[in-house]
């Protein structure tokens, strides 16, 4: 595809991430995409995403069975969910009460969210991670994927963006 992606980062209080594609071709393409961000905690069994409440979800460690999430999302172990329908900017808040934290997520142009953690039965499996390496992370990503692509119509563009900050 002849999609040109630039991404531009401002990093001050705040780090924003700036993801903006161009499609140059004569014909509409079809866009994924996700700015993957891994943050550090205290203890991912003990760390509670917020923001994603009532939402729709697709639980791809569950064969990709549709799930609706019910309160905040706790013990974020274990889990690679894309949750999506976003018809607004997500705003989401990681709370990691062993460091005594909230970071503040926000995205524009962006219709899902990516939450992931591989737990203790998977992080074994990678080369570059320790084996208890995942109590110390969650990854959770502004996104366009799944049922959320995106088309771009020939010479149109599209912006993700993503900002996180302490809450």
Not at 61 to 78: I, L, M, S
Not at 141 to 156: H, I, R, S, Y
């Amino acid at each position: 595809h002849a999609l040109t992606p630039v991404l531009d980062l401002t990093v001050g209080e705040r780090l924003t991430m700036r993801l903006t594609t161009v499609n140059e071709t004569d014909a509409p393409q079809t866009l994924t995409q996700a700015l993957h961000t891994y943050f550090a905690v205290g203890d991912a069994t003990r760390t509670v995403l917020h923001g994603i409440d009532g939402r729709r979800y697709r639980d791809n460690r569950d064969g990709g069975a549709e799930k609706t999430q019910a309160g905040p999302f706790a013990d974020v172990t274990a889990c690679e969910r894309l949750v999506h329908g976003f018809d607004a900017d997500p705003a989401l808040t990681i709370e990691d009460p062993v460091w005594g934290r909230r970071i503040a997520i926000t995205g524009s142009g962006s219709r899902s969210v990516m939450v992931w953690n591989p737990g203790a039965d998977l992080a074994g499996g990678f080369a570059d991670m320790a084996p208890d390496a995942w109590r110390d992370f969650v990854c959770v990503e502004v996104a366009n994927c799944g049922p959320d692509d995106w088309v771009l119509q020939p010479g149109g563009m599209h912006e993700l963006t993503q900002t996180i900050g302490l809450d």
